[in-house]
């Protein structure tokens, strides 16, 4: 079994493969003060809580947006993951992907590993909305190139912002509001936060789609996917899952270049 990690600023996405079906899942926090060992017991945990035995994973893969994370990370595995050296998408990982961005290395992994997944499962042009920390926004050519994107303030950034400098506004849940006019303070809360940020993904796919003179498919992915997503007009298709799929397929390119066959 491939052990499929997405490591991202506020939540770590999991996912355990056997080939190419993705079995169990799990997101967890990413906490940047954990030790080896505490993220080490974690994943071990819900591996088997999952009922996977930790003998039946034969090798890992993983992108990461924390650096600082990285080294725990490896060591974790290496302690408590069969002693595997994970496969980290980065430069010398073969993706299959041609990155147009002006300086390719400032194009984080997991806007690599859901292109990666969104060409193969969806074809070309395509656009990303990856819903999670921040809104970010990918955009793929007719030719499967990665162009470039466009990057906004995520849901919990923006309401974490809003609840700490308004000082008469207090903290709700983020739900869908019964109607875009609110007539009390959560329901306006909810309201502008859900509406404006449709507003918002509603008119950079717009733009998106000008430029790239196509039809293609509009994949939203992250953990405001299933929120936001199913309610924007433009958004294709749903898939929380595209990073994983994404870490599955370049770890299959990279298998004949001396990655583990156990």
Not at 205 to 223: N, P, S, Y
């Amino acid at each position: 079994m491939l052990l499929a990690v997405n490591i991202n600023n506020t939540s770590t996405t999991v996912g355990v493969f056997a080939g190419e079906e993705l079995r169990s899942t799990w997101r967890i926090s990413t906490e940047r003060r954990r030790s080896a060992d505490e993220l080490g017991m974690l994943l071990t945990g819900i591996l088997r809580q999952g009922s996977v035995e930790i003998d039946e994973i034969a090798d890992i893969a993983a992108a990461s947006v924390v650096p600082d994370l990285d080294p725990i990370f490896l060591e974790a595995c290496k302690r408590y993951l069969n002693g595997i050296d994970p496969l980290m998408v980065g430069t010398g990982v073969r993706t299959g992907l041609r990155i147009l961005y002006d300086d390719p290395r400032d194009v984080g992994a997991d806007r690599v590993v859901d292109a990666v997944a969104a060409v193969h499962l969806y074809g070309a042009p395509a656009i990303i909305v990856d819903m999670g920390t921040a809104i970010v926004f990918d955009a793929i050519n007719a030719q499967g190139d990665y162009l470039g994107g466009a990057i906004a303030p995520g849901v919990a950034i923006a309401a974490e912002a809003l609840f700490e400098r308004a000082a008469k506004l207090y903290r709700v849940e983020l739900k869908h509001p019964q109607t875009a006019i609110g007539r009390n303070t959560p329901s306006a809360i909810q309201s502008g936060f859900f509406y404006g940020y449709i507003g918002l993904i509603e008119g950079v796919v717009g733009r998106f789609r000008q430029e790239l003179g196509g039809d293609g498919k509009v994949i939203a992915t992250g953990g405001w996917a299933n929120w936001i997503g199913k309610e924007c007009p433009s958004i294709d298709i749903v898939n929380p899952e595209l990073a994983l799929v994404g870490l599955r397929l370049i770890y299959e390119m990279n298998r004949s270049e001396g990655r583990a066959k156990r």
